[in-house]
């Protein structure tokens, strides 16, 4: 099976806009295997561009995902000349089909500094950066996609401020078959760029506190990661598929935590 992972596009630091997303998505290869993690097994793949965990179900029966993550520091130094990225989010659609509603941070290598900020993105459109919420390390952030019939509505929290932001649009096509919980190496015109080293990241209530993080509703029954049949414990590695760039742990405690660790930059 091959499944597309859609990527979040950033923008580089001399540009005022976003950049349109006209890469191709990245091609997640599923490994062949599978372990059992509580209560539902676990099927492993491997992406160029997505770590963390998806769960799949049939068009149209997903409508609400929700997320909470602690905001990484940039570990050790940014080199002047080498921009490198890494982006945390929550999102519905994106693991098999051509669209993605999410949200999230960054925690970035941009000109020699670190940067942290939120955005979100309606993918294929492009990127948003979410101005109204000032993103700090070890801040703690509940994030969530929920649809109805008036469209997608996307929130993020910073929980640790007490800032918020939402914003709701249509998106036509969207197929509803897929929520994911992900650390990503974002993309650019020219390809998925380099995965800024954020040490390890923590999702889920076991790590922020913030409890009822970590679920998705599916044909209307709500539950953490693990409550459902077809869960995806995705690893990110190099192009070649010979190196891992990030890799998830297993799901913790009630199925609904984990880590993302950072191994090395890519390509």
């Known amino acids: 099976m091959r499944t597309t992972a859609n990527q979040h596009v950033v923008w580089l630091p001399t540009a005022i806009l ?4 006209l890469a191709p ?9 599978a372990t059992t993690e ?4 676990v099927t492993n793949t491997s992406s160029t561009n997505w770590a963390g965990f998806a769960v799949t179900s049939s068009k149209y ?19 002047l000349l080498t921009n490198a990225y890494s982006s945390f989010w929550v999102g519905m659609d994106g693991y098999s089909s051509t669209t993605v509603e999410q949200i999230g941070t960054d925690s970035d290598c941009t000109g020699g500094s670190p940067s942290y900020y939120a955005w979100y993105e309606y993918f294929p459109n492009p990127t948003r950066l979410i101005t109204s ?7 703690k952030i509940y994030a969530e996609v929920n649809y109805t019939g008036g469209g997608f509505l996307l929130t993020l929290k910073d929980t640790t401020t007490g800032k918020s932001f939402a914003t709701n649009r249509t998106l036509p ?7 994911e919980w992900v650390a990503e190496a974002p993309s650019g015109l020219t390809g998925v760029l380099p995965l800024a ?9 076991a790590t922020t506190g913030i409890s009822h993080t970590c679920t998705t509703t599916i044909n209307g029954v709500t539950g953490q990661i693990s409550k459902f049949g077809v ?16 890799a998830p742990s297993v799901l913790g405690p009630y199925g609904a935590a984990f880590t993302v660790q950072w191994a090395s930059a890519g390509p």
């Open 197 to 205: 080293d954020f040490g390890t990241v923590g999702f889920g209530p």
């Open 133 to 139: 919420v000032k993103i700090s390390t070890g801040d």
């Open 18 to 21: 976003l950049l349109t997303a």
């Open 173 to 179: 096509g969207a197929l509803r078959n897929s929520a």
């Open 61 to 79: 029966a997903v409508t609400d995902v929700r997320a909470s993550w602690t905001v990484p520091a940039i570990s050790g130094s940014c080199p």
């Open 25 to 33: 998505p990245a091609i997640a290869v599923t490994a062949n295997s």
């Open 231 to 246: 869960i995806h414990r995705i690893t990110m590695v190099n192009v070649l598929g010979t190196a891992t760039k990030a």
């Open 38 to 41: 509580l209560f539902h097994p």
